[in-house]
């Protein structure tokens, strides 16, 4: 997957056919908007495309293997840069950035003023629009210097136009950082640009907004292939894979449902999203501390993570019914670790009702203060009580139910196989029991929308993304489509809101094909 962001001169190969016509409007709409705002066109536009994660929910963090495919809806950035006369009028030593929006009522105009060997300021306190652009700049204005130390960046002029819902569960977040940082590379002729390298900048890039994120979104955003979904690793290094989905009868077929509460996780991510970070990281630190193991610093946000503890549990030389398996990489030898990192969990980290700060940092060897310093102070959290136990479960057993829808997906029998949506579904509900018992990330709203499109006749129904509200995705027979989008509309939407529109009703549920990752 290490290969050149495609570029293209259609936007026909981007999106379903039947949305192209839609997509052929708004994509002159927003170049017609460009051209009344800043009086020309835009040099490019960068595209970056949500995403579902079909399995595989709240692990990339600790660097286990994530399931996700890409979506149509997505982030556009048109950029202009000023010409040479423009940009150095107002002095050599500053750029000036222009940021607009298609949707001006909600998002409205700013200018910000960056020194010419400096950075963007990112205050991550207030939830700011333009932060997700500023991010990916400086992303990409670090990766150019490390090719040249004297890079100094270019005045532009941007407008950006996006319709991955926010705060739904379908990374809007990273497609905006991505498609950003994808066009202020191409604005000063980065070319080609590789997709590894955008996306290991974005994942770095998005924590500047306050979030912990561990790298599914991002990779998902940049590496998807139309029609197949995406195997991402993140130990030893980020690789992703492009898994085709088998030709059964009835198609595999996912639908997408909104819960329309919205659970944007850079505003929640004090007691939601960054203190599961943080939890999984002290579940690592804990399980290793009495296994007498000496954790390495790894890619994980907070530097150590479950996926660590496995190596290094594995790598001094322990076996599984005798069986060494500190060079092991089959499959089933993965998954045997899986099971024995899992089974120590409970006799481990044993205490029902979490522990306290104190009683980690007794733990750990280490003062309160030092505590939340190391593994508090770059992203603070807020709770009294950690729940290590109840998370490393999650991580492992989820980390497991990865394997084996990879399986299913790549065995050359599941054509053949009678059953191989139901267990695909069924893994996919074991998840959101997952989530809903041991990761406390799903919300009244999610589990509703899961029982009625299972109980309608869904193989499977989940939260995707980081939960706490946003979206579902299920899988459904093709010839049930209907049947279960209007159970939804009648037995979750218009009970909720019984005057809801038609256009929302359009909005809440979509069946979603597998779409295309980042282009130009």
Not at 72 to 94: F, I, M, N
Not at 300 to 315: C, E, I, K, T
Not at 329 to 346: A, F, G, I, P, R
Request: aromatic letters at 6%; a negative charge.
């Amino acid at each position: 997957m290490d290969e050149p962001v495609p570029v293209t001169q259609s936007i026909e190969s981007l999106y379903p056919d039947a949305n192209i016509p839609a997509q052929q409007k708004r994509w002159q709409n927003l170049m017609a908007h460009f051209e009344e705002k800043y009086g020309k066109r835009p040099l490019f536009v960068a595209r970056s495309p949500g995403r579902v994660n079909l399995i595989g929910e709240h692990v990339d963090y600790s660097l286990y293997e994530v399931l996700p495919m890409a979506i149509s809806t997505d982030v556009l950035v048109a950029l202009a840069l000023l010409d040479e006369e423009e940009d150095r009028k107002g002095g050599d030593e500053k750029a000036v950035i222009t940021m607009l929006n298609t949707n001006s009522h909600k998002h409205r105009a700013s200018e910000c003023t960056i020194p010419r060997g400096g950075r963007a300021e990112i205050d991550a306190t207030q939830h700011e629009w333009t932060s997700y652009f500023k991010a990916g700049f400086n992303g990409a204005v670090g990766l150019l210097r490390r090719g040249n130390a004297n890079f100094s960046p270019r005045s532009m002029q941007i407008l950006v136009d996006g319709n991955v819902p926010a705060g739904g569960g379908l990374s809007s977040s990273a497609a905006f950082v991505c498609a950003s940082a994808l066009a202020v590379l191409r604005a000063h002729a980065r070319e080609p640009v590789m997709k590894k390298e955008l996306v290991e900048l974005a994942i770095v890039s998005e924590r500047e907004v306050g979030v912990n994120s561990g790298g599914m979104d991002q990779s998902a955003s940049v590496f998807s292939i139309k029609g197949d979904a995406l195997r991402v690793s993140f130990s030893p290094q980020l690789d992703a894979a492009a898994i085709p989905f088998p030709k059964v009868e009835p198609p595999i077929t996912f639908m997408i449902a909104q819960s329309f509460v919205t659970s944007d996780k850079h505003v929640t991510a004090p007691r939601c999203y960054n203190l599961r970070v943080v939890e999984c990281t002290l579940a690592a630190e804990m399980m290793a501390k009495t296994l007498a193991l000496q954790l390495q610093d790894d890619s994980a946000p907070l530097a150590r993570s479950l996926r660590g503890l496995q190596h290094v549990y594995y790598g001094r030389g322990n076996s599984v019914d005798g069986t060494d398996l500190t060079t092991g990489n089959s499959s089933t030898t993965y998954k045997t670790q899986l099971e024995t990192m899992l089974s120590m969990v409970s006799s481990i980290l044993d205490k029902d009702d979490g522990y306290t700060r104190e009683e980690i940092a007794m733990a750990l060897s280490m003062s309160v203060s030092a505590l939340e310093e190391k593994y508090m102070s770059k992203f603070p959290v807020n709770a009294t009580r950690f729940m290590l136990g109840k998370r490393a479960q999650h991580v492992f057993s989820e980390a497991l139910r990865v394997v084996a829808f990879k399986e299913l997906l790549q065995d050359p029998a599941s054509p053949t196989r009678s059953d191989l949506l139901p267990r695909l579904g069924a893994l996919m509900n074991e998840t959101q029991e997952s989530c809903r018992e041991a990761y406390e990330c799903s919300c009244p709203e999610l589990d509703e929308l899961c029982t009625v499109a299972r109980d309608a006749g869904a193989y499977g129904s989940r939260l995707t993304g980081a939960g706490w509200g946003g979206c579902t995705v299920h899988l459904v027979p093709m010839d049930k489509v209907s049947y279960i989008r209007d159970a939804l509309i009648q037995k979750y939407y218009r009970l909720r809101e019984p005057d809801i529109t038609e256009d929302k009703l359009q909005e809440a549920v979509i069946v979603s094909e597998p779409g295309q990752g980042s282009v130009m």
